[in-house]
């Protein structure tokens, strides 16, 4: 079996087959090692010595979090391949022949004039690369591999089209465009044209692509005509017409693209790819996979890579508040934004979880996100209990959101809480005094190594970032000078009454346990309920009707601070 897997050396490949898998991954990872025929046409699949698994992005666009869940996903089946003894290679695909088709939110208006062209010839808007696509496909990949625990191959269609790696194929593709017409006339109401041209050459003269109208094909030599472009009704929110330059030209086989569904089956023929995602508008009946399929079997002789019914072919998107995500619209987050306000684990987590099912994201629910993580955790280290039939599940999910699971359980920081804590002391004080107020809360035991102070000074420098993005002042806490005579109105007779006691008797509670059994007593004395005793110390402290844990908070304020202003009503 040269060059194929040898199936005895998978470790416990039989087990692996009859096991009932608890996460869609796993799944995945068994239909690919028992594929046995191709989809299209009736021959064996044989499985090359590496499997290689492929995920790719248009850089027409700014690569953002949305792009990096089609890499994260993949990069979950890629573990449970290995895990099985099997060699894996994930790739990720810069799509950088592909035109820049409008100008993203954050790229200059200027770049209106480069519309047309493909993005590896546009100048990067930094200028510290050597164009557009190679400024953000670098970032994204570095991104990817330094902080979301993937290692995904860099590759890009635009070199390989201009090196000629991609020649051979093009040329078996102009040997069978008949077929390949019947192959796209079945997903089609109106079927190709006589003169229809799978190759889009790049103008000699003015370097676009959109405009660019095939006159003829003959010996591998392409002949053109540069056209304006009227954009399709779907394309109309942004432009109507791009202006071609009228040059009439040829074009060999490296500067210019295969179309989309054509170029797709290709790559995956010839990288060997052996599994391939995507979102569920390429997977409807006359889909662009289907038809890529199709040509890639019986035009480029290499097997579909779907091995069968799986959770991420098709996959579906998430919404940003009710809106797909969309660089154009400029509600996403660049993958390298997204650790300067939030664990990495999260976004794998978002990611993984259910991919076939449409799910809302809201950047202001991070907290909640988080403490679903802290959920999981415990649940895997077995320090939270869940039902038997979904904890292996709920534990595979945790692992697969790890980046690199830990011995034991690491420390555990509410993100809201620590919102509320990050703004509440000068920068100078804020670590020390975060640290004494999460060991009065519990979160933290009295000995701390040096590793777990870093990682609470990471945490407060997330949650700080957190708040001026997206927290709004529902976390902002900040120690009133004084109360105003609008907050002391809010107050009953009853409540003030209930603060005076407070004053006096602060002074002779030292611990944060007789500091709290303390509150419900003065409340009970009072003659009003703790909740309304709670809102009125913190209306008076915080000018708002709630906050952090109200005795930790008092200590790490300090005693005599808190009676200072009790006083002062």
Not at 453 to 476: H, Q, R
């Amino acid at each position: 079996m040269s060059g194929n897997i040898n199936i005895l050396n998978i470790t416990n490949y039989n087990e692996v087959l009859m096991a009932e898998e608890p996460f869609w991954s796993d799944e995945i990872a068994k239909l690919i090692l028992n594929r046995k025929r191709y989809n299209y046409i009736d021959k064996e699949v044989k499985l090359p010595e590496v499997l290689v698994i492929k995920s790719s992005t248009s850089i027409s666009g700014v690569p953002h979090i949305g792009n990096a869940c089609d890499v994260i996903r993949h990069d979950a089946v890629v573990r449970s391949l290995k895990e099985r003894g099997a060699k894996v290679k994930l790739v990720w695909t810069a799509e950088d022949m592909d035109a820049l088709r409008k100008v993203p939110a954050g790229i200059p208006k200027s770049y209106e004039e480069y519309l047309g062209m493909p993005v590896v010839d546009i100048p990067c808007p930094e200028g510290c690369c050597k164009s557009y696509a190679k400024h953000f496909s670098e970032k994204f990949v570095k991104s990817l591999r330094e902080n979301f625990g993937t290692n995904p191959e860099y590759l890009s269609t635009s070199e390989e089209y201009r090196k000629g790696t991609f020649s051979k194929w093009i040329k078996i593709v102009f040997e069978n465009i008949e077929k390949i017409k019947d192959i796209l006339n079945k997903s089609r109401k109106t079927p190709l044209p006589k003169d229809w041209s799978p190759w889009k050459p790049v103008c000699e003269n003015c370097g676009k692509l959109m405009t660019t109208k095939v006159t003829s094909i003959g010996d591998n030599i392409v002949r053109y005509s540069c056209e304006d472009y009227q954009f399709k009704p779907f394309e109309k929110e942004a432009y109507t017409k791009l202006k071609g330059c009228g040059h009439k030209g040829e074009s060999d086989l490296k500067n210019g693209k295969l179309l989309w569904r054509i170029e797709w089956g290709m790559l995956w023929a010839n990288w060997k790819i052996v599994f391939e995602g995507s979102g569920k508008e390429h997977f409807m009946p006359s889909g662009s996979f289907w038809s890529a399929g199709e040509v890639c079997e019986k035009i480029f002789d290499w097997p579909e890579p779907y091995p069968g019914k799986n959770m991420i072919q098709p996959y579906e998107y998430l919404t940003v508040s009710g809106e797909k995500m969309s660089a154009s619209k400029g509600n996403v987050i660049a993958t390298w934004e997204w650790p300067e306000f939030a664990p990495p684990q999260i976004l794998r987590l978002i990611f993984l979880k259910r991919p076939n099912r449409v799910r809302d994201f809201s950047y202001e629910d991070i907290p909640k996100y988080i403490d679903e993580f802290y959920s999981l955790q415990r649940i895997y280290f077995g320090e939270e209990f869940y039902d038997k039939k979904e904890a292996p599940r709920l534990k595979r999910l945790y692992q697969m959101s790890e980046i690199e699971v830990p011995e034991k359980i690491p420390i555990q920081i509410p993100f809201d809480y620590a919102a509320m804590v990050s703004n509440m002391f000068p920068e100078e004080e804020l670590l020390e005094k975060s640290i004494q107020l999460f060991k009065s809360t519990g979160h933290l035991k009295e000995e701390i190594s040096e590793g777990e102070k870093n990682k609470i000074k990471e945490i407060l420098y997330m949650t700080k970032n957190w708040l001026i993005k997206f927290g709004g002042d529902k976390y902002k806490i900040k120690l009133l000078e004084k109360p105003t005579n609008e907050i002391l109105q809010k107050l009953n007779n009853k409540q003030k009454q209930a603060l005076n006691i407070l004053a006096n008797d602060l002074k002779e509670y030292e611990t944060e346990k007789n500091i709290y059994k303390r509150f419900f007593e003065i409340a009970k004395e009072a003659g009003i309920t703790s909740r309304e005793f709670f809102r009125a110390v913190y209306l008076v402290l915080l000018g708002k009707p709630w906050g952090p844990r109200l005795a930790p908070f008092i200590l790490i304020v300090g005693k005599e601070e808190v009676i200072k202003r009790l006083e002062e009503i």
